[in-house]
């Protein structure tokens, strides 16, 4: 089992950049890692994901090539670099664990173990 914590989400303007991070704490850290968002009445939506190793990794279309998935397996994070950011990205950010750990899944079913979420609000 592992327990999960999402911080860094705060208010910004469109165009800024912003670093969310996510702590594991368990016995270990061997699973995929994911981040889905929530819009205010809206379903949780995919973000990106990476395997254990960081060596695949997937995207949703609306965050390539602005959004990248990095995680340290040494100190049990996965972060969230967000640039150029838009007021359609605000949400609560979930961070996602998940024990088929070779899977960069964007299916929600994937993952077994979910944060508390941290709020990402883009102002225009």
């Known amino acids: 089992q592992v327990q999960l914590e999402e911080s860094g989400g705060r208010l910004v303007q469109a165009g800024d950049s912003l670093r969310l991070s996510c702590a594991a704490s368990g016995r270990t850290f061997k699973y995929v890692m994911g981040w889905f968002r929530q819009g205010s009445g809206k379903e949780r939506e995919f973000v990106a994901a990476a395997t254990w190793s960081g060596a695949t990794t997937n995207y949703a279309d609306s965050v390539k090539g602005r959004f990248t998935i990095s995680r340290d397996n040494a100190r049990y994070t996965v972060s969230l670099q967000m640039n150029n950011l838009k007021p359609e990205d605000t949400a609560v950010y979930y961070c996602?664990?998940?024990?088929?750990?070779?899977?960069?899944?964007?299916?929600?079913?994937?993952?077994?173990?979910w944060g508390q979420g941290t709020q990402v609000t883009v102002s225009s």
């Open positions: 996602a664990a998940g024990r088929t750990w070779y899977v960069a899944t964007s299916d929600r079913t994937g993952y077994d173990y």
